[in-house]
């Protein structure tokens, strides 16, 4: 399966997310400069955490019109497999690829720390390996990760199920203690109506070695290989 | 023409920068200030044939770029010399 990296400037965890495709994963990765088109062929894109532009403006405000994106905005829309983790998430909901934004943290403060996620839904490429209300840890780190949507949009995410992560306590449940930003409805990633576009805010490249702490965030690449693999089969 | 642009959270989206102005406010003492929002300025120079064309111009950017109509509403103000001298005269008047 070949995965491409993009790096904006600013981006900084593209090299966590190569790590952990390539040495953890043994995946075709290739890093993708922001400023060149999209040229060649991929499976799965993917955008990385970071302060593109130096968040100015807003995260992500920017860097959405960077040269690949209208690439990454095409490559999206013909069905291909986009993950945006972060700050990449902040530049697809941007850029439009996923409704609502990301603002400030309900307290202001920037949180790095270790949260429990519970996976809401399996009919996508990207938690189709995981089983339905299992629970995650990954690590969150940001100061603008509390997700908003407008009560209509928040209505149809819920209707077409595409809330796939929400921040839950230790019994598995959304309770607003859980709840580290001030996220509506808990919600920590969401994907497309069509499914093959997912944004989320912790990190599963920083959770894919015991070393770190957890190896949760593998189970989200995984799952994104496997569903590629099942497609490579249909095909042949 | 000198272009004032102001940036604001719509209604229902959390302000927690606003929130903590508001907290800031009371411990001084004001505490008759209620619903603290905070937002966005900018000015800009703009070159255009015309006023409308300018405002034409103005709202483009904002929609492309400035503002995130998701979580935000602008407004902008365009000053031609001779209003923005109008405009300064009453405040000055009322600091006398």
Not at chain 1, 126 to 132: A, L, Q, V
Not at chain 2, 17 to 41: C, D, F, N, P, W
Request: proline share 5%.
């Amino acid at each position: 399966m070949r995965w491409g990296v993009i790096v904006f400037p600013g981006s900084c965890d593209d090299q966590d997310v190569f790590n952990c495709l390539k040495r953890e994963m043994g995946q075709k990765v290739k890093r993708l400069w922001h400023k060149d088109e999209l040229a060649g062929q991929f499976d799965c894109l993917v955008l990385p955490g970071g302060f593109s532009y130096g968040d100015y403006l807003r995260c992500g405000a920017m860097a959405r019109f960077s040269p690949i994106m209208r690439g990454v905005v095409k490559f999206a829309r013909s069905g291909g497999l986009v993950l945006g983790i972060c700050n990449g998430f902040q530049i697809l909901c941007e850029t439009g690829l996923l409704p609502g934004a990301l603002v400030r943290n309900v307290g202001l403060q920037f949180i790095c720390q270790q949260v429990s996620l519970r996976v809401e839904e399996t009919d996508t490429a990207f938690t189709r390996g995981i089983g339905k209300g299992q629970l995650l840890r990954l690590p969150i780190k940001h100061g603008e990760g509390c997700y908003y949507a407008d009560p209509l949009t928040l209505e149809r995410l819920r209707k077409n199920r595409q809330i796939l992560l929400r921040y839950v306590d230790a019994k598995g449940k959304p309770s607003p203690s859980a709840n580290p930003n001030g996220s509506l409805d808990n919600i920590a990633g969401v994907c497309n109506e069509a499914r093959n576009v997912f944004g989320l805010m912790p990190h599963p490249e920083d959770a894919c070695s015991k070393l770190l702490g957890s190896e949760d965030g593998l189970r989200i690449f995984s799952s994104i290989a496997a569903h590629h693999g099942a497609g490579e089969k249909r095909h042949a | 023409m000198r272009t004032k642009i102001f940036i604001s959270l719509k209604n229902g989206v959390l302000d927690p920068q606003g929130k903590a102005i508001e907290r800031s406010l009371h411990t001084l003492g004001y505490t008759e200030v209620q619903e603290v929002r905070m937002g966005k300025y900018l000015e800009l120079d703009i070159e255009a044939p015309s006023r409308a064309a300018a405002e034409h111009r103005i709202r483009e950017m904002c929609d492309k770029l400035l503002a995130n109509p998701v979580i935000e509403d602008y407004r902008f103000e365009i000053e031609s010399d001779a209003l923005s001298a109008i405009g300064h005269q009453p405040e000055a008047k009322e600091r006398d």
